[in-house]
């Protein structure tokens, strides 16, 4: 009588237990697809993106994308490659200012997500690497190459 | 062995086997996957153009001329610069694309095929000048933000295609229209497809002049896809931005036109000039219409040496949006004194001008020539950078090149 009870309990307890073993997988993976990190979507039949794989650095330039090899190098990379080329990037110079309402731009307009800890990490390379430099209202024409005219 | 067992398996075997490369084992590369050597591709061959343009931006592509490239009185499509905000549609088929005419203020939402729009309307060429509103943004101090354009984001094609008017009357244009929007085949690039990357668009006026078309024919030629392919909205003029490539769509509205890039600092400048580096609330900034008076002295190429008693021939184009060029001079004196050079009038409104002079240099030593062309109602271009505005636009301070007598 009272193993049949015992039984009973296991058999209920190992029951209640599955359960919440289920619930758990179950809520804990909706939780994790609801709160799952914005991801560029796959494009079937289009060229496929970039792969930037070869590290060389020249002079201090990454030959690959043509960035500037500093701390925070990376993970500029990583994140502001997927969408545009880095060409956008390094041709133009912003304060840190200028790059965060960059940033800011690009997350309320252009589908940027959330940096995390890298915003810092890549507003300190930008700043430092890509800084405005004084132009005046009028630069010199600076002609390096001459040719004769007949 | 025969060399078809190995290439054919795929379309990509056939591709490699027309450029002479058997892909091995091609019928084994997973669907959608481009070969290496196809990746990355040539943008010189890919949109024709002339190895001597420059390459601002490779995702999106954005190319400009350099200054002689731009000699010709017509600009052919080697030497036309891209402007791109997001992604070059892929796969069009011009037998099946449309242009649908909606909006709050069209009497009636009407969809023609191309082949429609070419029995059904007039067709019309006009040369029409298209500059990037951000053509100089390089030269701005501070620095502002995009496509550092030097002088060569401009361009004057010969456009054919039928009135913009004329298809809005055809569908009906209600009494309350003030604006039209154009929609286009081009892609967002962070991919999401609900997401246009550009959808600008003119005030009723400029879509019911002559000279707005939506072309079909570049040059006498079908649009290159880099220009537009099948269907090109052209707003001569107008920031080059107002003139919608890959157009499926033209909303006829009711209001000013909201789609992307029409706000913010987008194709905008501050209402009241401010002073450089001053941050701007999107309520007090403008949008960009005519362009401002500007030249480019496309010969000699800058750099030219040249023996002293030796006359040199200049020339080039002077432009001045919705307006006439009266007048452009050149100076080789820093501005110290100017000298009327010699002026076409325009092939047709909105087409730009061209100029010529005969300089005289008194003795050896360098020189800049710097010229200055002067709009219908006056207006000069500056020698300095003109006001200063977040995005960059508008800059038409005076083209120099330099020269030495030796």
Not at chain 2, 4 to 15: I, T
Not at chain 2, 241 to 270: C, E, F, L, T
Not at chain 2, 366 to 375: F, G, L, P
Request: hydrophobic share 35%; net charge neutral; charged share 20%.
């Amino acid at each position: 009588m009272k193993k049949g009870f015992d039984t009973s309990v296991r058999r209920l307890t190992l029951l209640l237990a599955s359960f919440l073993v289920l619930f758990i997988i179950l809520f804990g993976g909706l939780f994790h697809w609801a709160n799952r990190p914005p991801q560029p979507k796959p494009e079937p039949d289009e060229i496929l993106p970039e792969m930037v794989t070869d590290d060389t650095v020249e002079n201090g330039i990454h030959l690959a994308t043509g960035f500037v090899d500093d701390t925070g190098m990376k993970a500029t990379i990583q994140n502001c490659t997927n969408c545009h080329s880095a060409k956008l990037v390094t041709q133009n110079r912003m304060s840190r200012e200028g790059w965060e309402a960059t940033i800011r731009w690009m997350q309320e307009t252009q589908n940027l997500w959330d940096l995390g800890n890298n915003e810092e990490l890549i507003l300190t390379y930008l700043s430092k690497n890509y800084a405005p430099q004084a132009k005046g209202r009028r630069q010199n024409l600076n002609q390096t190459e001459w040719y004769s005219l007949k | 062995m025969d060399r078809r067992q190995f290439v054919g398996k795929s379309a990509l075997g056939v591709l490699a086997g027309t450029i002479g490369l058997d892909v091995v084992f091609s019928h084994k590369l997973p669907p959608g996957y481009v070969p290496l050597y196809l990746q990355d591709p040539d943008p010189y061959k890919l949109f024709k153009k002339d190895s001597e343009m420059v390459v601002l931006n490779d995702k999106p592509w954005n190319m400009e001329a350099q200054a002689h490239l731009l000699n010709d009185k017509i600009t052919p499509n080697k030497y036309m610069f891209i402007r791109n905000n997001g992604k070059i549609p892929e796969n069009i088929d011009a037998s099946t694309w449309t242009l649908t005419i909606d909006g709050e203020s069209a009497t009636n939402k009407k969809t023609y095929s191309l082949q429609e729009l070419k029995n059904k309307f007039k067709p019309y060429t006009y040369q029409l000048t298209l500059e990037c509103g951000g053509n100089g943004r390089s030269e701005f101090d501070p620095p502002a933000k995009g496509n550092q354009w030097t002088v060569g984001a401009v361009s004057c094609a010969n456009w054919t295609g039928v009135r913009l008017r004329d298809v809005l009357q055809d569908a009906g244009v209600q009494s309350d229209a003030v604006y039209i929007g154009y929609h286009a085949a081009d892609t967002h690039l962070s991919g999401d497809p609900n997401k246009e990357p550009i959808s600008r668009g003119v005030p009723l006026a400029k879509a019911m002049q002559d000279e707005t078309l939506l072309a079909f024919q570049m040059n006498g030629k079908d649009i290159p896809l880099a220009h537009g392919f099948p269907l090109r909205l052209v707003c001569g003029g107008w920031p080059a931005s107002a003139s919608g490539k890959w157009i499926n769509g033209i909303s006829i509205r009711n209001q000013v036109h909201d789609g992307a890039k029409m706000g913010g600092s987008s194709y905008r400048v501050p209402c009241e000039s401010v002073s450089p580096g001053t941050t701007v609330d999107d309520a007090n900034m403008c949008i960009i219409e005519s362009m401002p008076v500007k030249s480019l002295i496309t010969s000699p190429k800058s750099g030219a040496l040249i023996k002293e008693d030796q006359p040199l021939n200049i020339n080039g184009h002077a432009w001045a949006g919705e307006l006439q060029v009266a007048k452009v001079e050149y100076s080789i004196d820093f501005g110290s004194s100017w000298h009327v050079c010699h002026l076409e009038a325009a092939a047709n409104r909105l087409a730009w001008q061209h100029f010529d002079a005969q300089i005289d240099f008194p003795k050896k030593g360098y020189y800049e020539i710097w010229a200055k062309a002067t709009d219908q109602n006056g207006i000069s271009q500056p020698m300095v950078l003109p006001g200063w505005n977040p995005k960059g636009y508008l800059n038409n301070a005076c083209h120099r090149i330099a020269i030495k007598v030796v």
